[in-house]
């Protein structure tokens, strides 16, 4: 196995705009304000960033590095644009912290970006490639991840209203962390109860067991670990960075179970090895998953090991997951209430981590964390990529 | 001696009750008079392509599509008014390339006008198996009688000269200028010149010249005949007429399924006839004959084979297996006849006829492949995120181009997982998408059609069906769907 870059390389600043329906900010205004917390975090300025990658997913923003030169007047630097789905920001952050471990550059930025609400239409863009056939265009994403729902209900015997109790308990957790969190796109507590009985989207998720679609932007600087602490006395060291894409083989292989994400398992295995972690619930102290539709998260908690199969339910009900619990999951809010621009949610969750290793995370603040984790998912149930950081003190 | 060697038929799920019609319309003309029965109604998805389709499998049940060298398809709505709809039939239904087909049309009668070019294809050594099929989707405007009458449904023969069915003893046709019924190439809706006129001058006239000149051909009587096959005009009460005047038993007249399916067009005799050789015995003489712009008439006597190729849905099976349609308005939804408020949804990207033509096998014969390593049969959508079709590398054992064909879509499979979805948009919501895993092996995922959401669950058998998604910048664009088991 490769050596892998635990403990190389540093995040010295990172930066987050607020999430949510910003009808006076253009994409541009995102990547500036991302990225200028983050330059005043580390105490850099703009001039000082040798390299620097930009995801969006969205073809309608632009396509080029130029969206992130031209934004924010970058001088001549190396500057690529990034697509890996919803898993957009996290590859950015994996290209700056490859290019900073080797030493081909000194300070590199990354940052993610997204403007979906200027369609005039709720839900995402179509992302249709030239020379789509068009043949499965009846396909929205809530309906995809719903599949999972059907098939973890069947495999484990939960009778649907079982099953969507065992669900509700995600959303009720990160609408709590939310309403805690200033930058958050919903910031609201909900019950029980509203989940179970929110209106059906894609049987049997309900709108509650859904995600918001957001505009926001987020952006890390990092640096190798040795320079680190010249920029600051608390830098957060990257443990493992991993990114898995799997063969989108979901929907053609019959013994591929629908009941868990390989990707996710796998990406989890790899980061787990790179860190040095042998029991991750234990070792783990929070993470930021990518709680598309609730039950992503619950399959989320099995694949990552948090939970052994099938018994996620327990865990919800016992509150494990919860602020207060003994492994905090979306402290946040998750995509479910800080929202979800999907090329900015990998690098939103590395700043929640950031912030929560450094003591800055107010109310919602994890008690004593050692080491955060981020998953970030792009694609669906059938074919996707998935990430899987580390990084702590 | 040249006659039929195979049928079948199609009649969609749908039916809608005339008493619905009356309902939202009141009564037909100035007596408010009401129509009774119902009339079978195409699915939002299917149009006279899919439906050709259908009744092709249907007749093609134990027929070697290999020895099929003809494919000859009648309609008055065909698709594209410049673009085949016959090619596009054989490649669905996986014909060979060397074959000679063609679109009749411009006539009810273009059925009947295709089994006389395909007979006379096969007398003259030319052809040996030719698939002659028929499929309508007409509409009448609103509230008219023509609403009330029009119903959908298709119907194929397979003609030839071995193993033949039901002969071909004779015909008689005439040509004859009438514009009684018609529709102009700008029209949406059916058209009629005063339906007096239409039944005097035309329907009845000529049928009974074109019977009477066939029976006189082969000096054959009325009660020669076991059945009387022959198309029936809107007012059904002329062809019992017709029958009275020619000397014809009511008996003897096979019923026009006014009550039941409606007027299918083009595809009403040949349906009729289909209906009439499911009860047919060997020795039967069946009188058969069209209308339309002229008329076609002919003797057909059925033989011993007719035992051999009983197992077919056609009419009986597909009469039976229906699901009433909810109400007037969702018609109206279906066939596209008002503006509806668009769906809140993003828009389709172009289809690209490059990406369907390189994709035409999977996507139009629903082909998947088998590894010739590990022996997996696998079926790659066309359109999945992780690439496109065609399939290289084995989803198993990673083989580089080690396949054969498969072809997926004649298996069942069964429901593995599946959604109602109520983002994704469809004129019958919700969307019910199924990640299906085929007899045989292979997995994907397909829209499930004729659906009642109530009565989904994983495990459930399913089987696959041809259906068109949508018309958007000049393309009709066609796909795959499962649907419950239908008969």
Known sequence: MAEGIKDKVAIVGAGCTNFGELWDKSISDLMVDATYEALEDAGIESKDIDAAWIGHWSETSGCTGMSLSGSLGLQYKPVSRLENACATGSDCLRSAAYAVACGACDIALAVGAEKLKDMGIAGLPNQYPLGTPMVLTNLSAPGLFAMLATTYFHRYGLSPQEGKRMMAHIPVKSHHNGFLNPKAHFKREVTLEQVLNSPIIAWPLGILDCCGVSDGAAAAIVVRASEAKKFRDDPVYIKALQICANPADGARRTDYDFTHIEATYRAGVAAYAEAGIKDPRKEISMAEVHDCFSITEALIMEDLQFSSRGKVKEDLEAGIFNLDGPLPVQPSGGLKCFGHPVAASGLRMLYEMYKQLQGKAGPRQVKDPKLGLTQNMGGHPADNVVSCVIVGL | ?487
């Open chain 2, 1 to 487: 001696m040249v006659g039929i060697t195979s049928y079948g038929a199609y009649i969609p799920l749908h039916r809608l009750s005339r008493a619905e019609l009356h309902r939202a319309w009141g009564g037909i003309g100035m007596l408010g008079m009401s129509v009774p029965g119902e009339k079978a109604v195409a699915g939002y998805d299917e149009d006279s392509i899919t439906m050709a389709v259908e009744a092709i499998i249907d007749c093609m049940r134990d027929t070697d599509p290999k020895k099929v060298d003809g494919l000859f398809f009648a309609s008055t709505t065909h698709p594209y008014n410049e673009k085949q709809s016959s090619t596009y039939i054989s490649a669905v239904v996986d014909l060979e390339r060397e074959i000679r087909t063609a679109d009749f049309s411009g006539s009810l009668r273009a059925g009947t006008i295709a089994m006389t070019s395909a007979i006379d294809a096969i007398k003259g050594g030319a052809l040996n198996n030719v698939v002659v099929a028929a499929a309508d989707t007409r509409l009448g405007a609103p509230s008219g009688l023509m609403e009330q009458s029009c119903g959908d449904g298709s119907a194929a023969f397979i003609l030839g000269d071995k193993d033949v069915i039901a002969s071909i003893e004779a015909s008689y046709t005439i040509s004859d200028e009438f514009a009684g019924v018609w529709r102009a190439d700008v029209d949406t809706f059916v058209r009629s010149w005063e339906d007096r006129m239409v039944l005097d001058t035309g329907y009845s006239a000529l049928l009974y010249e074109a019977i009477s000149g066939v029976m006189n051909k082969c000096n054959l009587k009325p009660g020669d005949f076991a059945k009387a096959v022959y198309y029936s005009p809107l007012d059904v009460r002329a062809h019992n007429r017709l029958a009275r005047n020619l000397g014809f038993d009511p008996a003897q007249v096979q019923d026009s399924m006014f009550m039941t399916v409606g007027n299918t067009g083009t595809a009403l005799a040949m349906m009729m006839l289909v209906a009439a050789l499911e009860e047919a015995k060997a020795g039967d003489k069946i009188l058969f004959a069209n209308y339309g712009n002229g008329a076609d008439a002919f003797v057909l006597e059925v033989t011993d084979a007719i035992e051999k190729v009983r197992d077919r849905r056609g009419i009986k099976g597909h009469l039976e297996s229906k699901r009433m349609v909810n109400n007037y308005e969702t018609y109206l939804r279906w066939r596209n006849l008002i503006p509806m408020e668009p769906a809140q949804r993003p828009e389709l990207a172009p289809a690209s006829i490059s990406a369907i033509r390189r994709s035409r096998k999977e996507i139009l014969a629903l082909y998947g492949v088998k590894c010739k390593k590990c022996g997996t049969p696998q079926y790659r959508a066309p359109a999945s995120a992780g690439g496109r079709t065609p399939s290289r590398i084995c989803v198993i054992c990673q083989a580089k181009d080690e396949f054969e064909d498969y072809k997926f879509a004649d298996r069942k499979a069964r429901i593995f997982s599946f959604t109602h979805d109520n983002l994704a948009t469809t004129p019958d919501p919700p969307v019910t998408n199924t990640m299906l895993d085929f007899e045989g092996g292979g997995r994907g995922m397909f829209d499930f059609t004729d659906r009642d959401p109530d009565n989904v669950e994983v495990g459930m058998l399913v089987e696959m069906t041809f259906r068109k998604l949508f018309f958007d910048r000049g393309i009709h664009n066609y796909y795959w769907k499962a649907r419950p088991i239908r008969v």
